[in-house]
């Protein structure tokens, strides 16, 4: 009987009877196909993560979804968006379900401007001037601002998305002379006029059925991304930055792809790796304003850093996953280098910035409008790596590491790659590793053991196919590592008291055809040679 009323009313009963269930469908439907170009609109949308739903096309789904349709037949709810009850009724179940309106006045000021600058032409078929753009808009605002003033009109021109209302303003703009009078005064009438004329074409082209996108935007369906913070941490050669490929790689919920999806990203420019240092700053990661002499005229342009760069991308492609890789994170002052993005790190349930901010300069560059908030979208995720050592240059405070995931990278010696020999020797670089990682947690006179140790891949087999590593690459790295660092204070511990210096133990290494048995402690020699044959397990 319900069934039959709906049909019966041509959806009169449908529109006024969607309930929240229906927009939480609608909404999620979109999350998963994206929406079709011929449905993208451009005035008023709900923000879901980062990406902009319009409005209409999420209510005619509802619609179709409350009369038990398939989503194809939305098309057949086209009229029913133009009630103000309806529009009423989509806002208020998308705030309770805690979605962002993106409605007002600055959402259509961006539009009109994408508008004029990639679809508009003049008469003489040229595309509007960088120039004339900004005076048309500066225009328009003004005069909506004084319509409002001088209780003319309660709305703002950029409040106005139907021709119909705009029919209403342009009829009080021609015949009240005190308006005519404010802008004739400040040189405006001419671009209000103007502006007015492309603002009637910017509507009709918004209600069109198939409009040209107004950037280059993806057809395929938005992918249910959902971003995080992760810092991968483990001793020095642990495999930290092979571990975020392998994440990438093989995810679970394959936010990223397929296999050898890391290689595809970076090939696409959807991966910026950068590395922090100690003289690395706000200004290399976010941007800086520096002089740019162009034809003798010196300008001071904000030129945007990585993060920047990589948030840009990530804003106008919210179908495709991006990644920052942020090497040797606490090599650097992360708490200064970060600067206001600190902000940005706190994310809500869809994995987008659950506290926007307010960068004049990363917006212009961004959203190509000053004014917008600043947000890390649920598209972009923050991958770093650290190590577990107590000689960094700078440490992460708890506050910082709280907006973080802390993913430990187990120091693993079971991969079969690890099993080459140290030349001269009948010891495996795995073998070599273990004992003496086990010999320096035993040690009670070597500060913090732990960032000592030995990563599995600290070093790796000569590149010659040999199986090997050579006497002179593993003295250089390994033995030299052992002397300056992991037992610098407590030498006697590992190496024999006969050498008093690297280059002494160095010699002996390159001299001695059994290798260790001279260089190192004799109770340190016998536990690497103890089940030499047993090695590989």
Request: with cysteine; proline share 4%; hydrophobic share 35%.
């Amino acid at each position: 009987m319900q069934n039959k009323k709906q049909k019966d009313s041509n959806g009169q009963i449908i529109r006024d009877t969607v309930e929240k269930e229906h927009i939480k469908k609608a909404l999620d439907h979109v999350g998963k196909n994206g929406v079709p170009a011929n449905e993208r609109g451009l005035t008023k949308f709900i923000d879901v993560g980062g990406a902009e739903y319009p409005l209409k096309y999420v209510f005619k789904l509802a619609c179709a979804f409350r009369a038990g349709k398939d989503p194809a037949a939305a098309g057949e709810f086209t009229y029913e968006f133009t009630s103000s009850e309806a529009e009423t009724r989509l806002l208020k179940f998308a705030d309770e379900i805690g979605y962002r309106i993106v409605n007002g006045a600055e959402q259509m000021k961006k539009q009109f401007r994408k508008y004029m600058k990639n679809i508009a032409r003049q008469d003489n078929s040229q595309p509007y001037a960088k120039n004339t753009v900004g005076a048309y808009i500066e225009a328009l605002t003004y005069l909506g601002k004084q319509l409002k003033e001088l209780n003319l009109y309660s709305k703002s021109v950029f409040d106005i998305d139907t021709i119909e209302e705009l029919a209403k303003i342009r009829e009080i703009y021609k015949a009240n002379s005190q308006i005519k009078a404010l802008l004739t005064a400040r040189n405006n009438a001419s671009n209000t006029s103007s502006g007015l004329s492309v603002y009637e074409k910017f509507l009709i082209y918004a209600e069109s059925e198939s409009p040209t996108p107004l950037t280059a935007t993806e057809t395929n369906p938005v992918p249910n991304l959902k971003a995080e913070n992760i810092i991968f941490y483990g001793v020095p050669g642990s495999g930290k930055s092979y571990s975020i490929k392998e994440r990438v790689n093989n995810t679970e919920s394959a936010e990223f792809g397929t296999d050898n999806a890391y290689d595809t990203l970076v090939a696409a420019g959807n991966i910026s790796k950068i590395v922090f240092h100690p003289d690395y700053t706000y200004s290399d990661f976010v941007g800086q304003i520096s002089p740019d002499d162009n034809n003798g005229v010196l300008k001071y342009p904000f030129k945007p850093g990585p993060f920047t760069n990589i948030l840009k991308k990530a804003i106008k492609n919210p179908q495709k996953p991006y990644l920052l890789v942020i090497e040797e994170i606490n090599r650097g002052n992360a708490a200064a280098i970060f600067g206001d993005i600190f902000q940005l790190l706190d994310r809500d349930e869809t994995g987008k910035s659950e506290y926007p901010i307010t960068n004049q300069e990363i917006a212009k560059i961004v959203h190509s409008d000053s004014d917008q908030q600043i947000f890390i979208p649920n598209n972009l995720w923050l991958f770093a790596t650290m190590n577990t050592s107590d000689q960094n240059v700078f440490t992460l405070d708890t506050a910082f590491q709280r907006r973080w995931e802390m993913e430990l990278v187990p120091n693993k010696f079971d991969h079969p790659d690890l099993n080459f020999t140290i030349a001269g020797t009948a010891v495996t670089w795995k073998k070599f590793a273990k004992t003496t990682n086990d010999h320096l947690k035993k040690q009670s006179g070597v500060l913090s053991s732990e960032d000592k140790l030995l990563g599995a891949w600290f070093v790796k087999a000569d590149s010659d196919g040999s199986n090997t590593i050579s006497k002179k690459r593993f003295a250089n790295k390994v033995l030299k590592y052992l002397w300056d660092d992991a037992f610098k204070f407590e030498r006697s511990d590992f190496f024999s008291a006969d050498y008093k210096t690297l280059d002494d133990v160095i010699r002996a290494f390159y001299t001695n055809d059994s290798g260790f048995d001279t260089i190192l402690q004799p109770k340190v020699h016998s536990l690497l040679l103890a089940d030499i044959a047993d090695q590989n397990d």
